[in-house]
């Protein structure tokens, strides 16, 4: 799988989850003018993410997500001001999941978001 396809895999499923808990807004992934390292950042309403990745290295599919998920989490959060994505029986934010999390973790929720994981231990 190629990078550019990993990556606009992982943006696309956070933009999933995105639409399908009212989050409005578009996720986009890009390197800002002013960036002079060259990292490919999370861009939500005008706003970048203050971490960001190589396009040119490998990136491991789950890993991949769960980055973009974070990522996605703080420029909204930055921008928006509230927590997102949160857990719909306990109201509390959510965290990147591992792809050994989301297939286990999340069962039983109702809403099972991919890439998110509940933070409550029951």
Request: hydrophobic letters at 35%; glycine letters at 8%.
């Amino acid at each position: 799988m190629t990078t550019n396809k990993v990556l606009d895999d992982a943006v696309l499923a956070v933009q999933r989850d995105m639409d399908a808990t009212g989050i409005a807004g578009r996720l986009g992934f890009d390197t800002p003018e002013w960036d002079d390292h060259g990292y490919l950042r999370v861009e939500y309403k005008g706003r970048y993410s203050s971490h960001g990745l190589h396009a040119d290295e490998e990136h491991e599919p789950s890993v991949t997500l769960a980055l973009i998920a974070d990522l996605a989490q703080a420029v909204i959060a930055e921008q928006d001001w509230k927590a997102w994505p949160t857990c719909p029986a306990h109201s509390l934010g959510l965290y990147p999941a591992s792809e050994q999390m989301r297939r286990g973790l999340n069962r039983g929720l109702g809403t099972r978001l991919p890439t998110s994981r509940c933070r409550s231990p029951s």
